[in-house]
Nanobody
Framework: QVQLVESGGGLVQAGGSLRLSCVAS????????MSWYRQAPGQQRALVAAITTGGSTNYADSVKGRFTIFRTNAKNTAYLQMNSLKPEDTAVYYC????????????????WGQGTLVTVSS
């Protein structure tokens, strides 16, 4: 019903920057919160940043001041600008979207992307 495609991951040296993108498509009626999570090897998936339709944001303490989440509602796209990257930021980054579809406009569901790998070398 709703598909997410992430892009922008890759290999970067410590101190560098990357921008991740997440495009939602399909039978979308509305999108509320768009979020980025990450999962490092051997660890649980954890919230990195989230943004509401109105633009309110929330960040994990470990990325505050370095990462910025923003979105373009007209394009159903969320971004994660990552600056001053550290080796501990290495993980698979996943986009999550809370949305209703045209199939069921009254039930909000969560959708996940396939993930994009970010590797930060020291």
């Amino acid at each position: 019903q709703v598909q997410l495609v992430e892009s922008g991951g890759g290999l970067v040296q410590a101190g560098g920057s990357l921008r991740l993108s997440c495009v939602a498509s399909g039978s979308i009626f509305s999108i509320s919160t768009m979020s980025w999570y990450r999962q490092a090897p051997g660890q649980q998936r954890a919230l990195v940043a989230a943004i509401t339709t109105g633009g309110s944001t929330n960040y994990a303490d470990s990325v505050k001041g370095r990462f910025t989440i923003f979105r373009t509602n007209a394009k159903n796209t969320a971004y994660l600008q990552m600056n001053s990257l550290k080796p501990e930021d290495t993980a698979v980054y996943y986009c999550n979207v809370r949305a209703t579809s045209t199939v069921d406009m009254f039930r909000e569901m969560g959708y996940w992307g396939q993930g994009t790998l970010v590797t930060v070398s020291s």
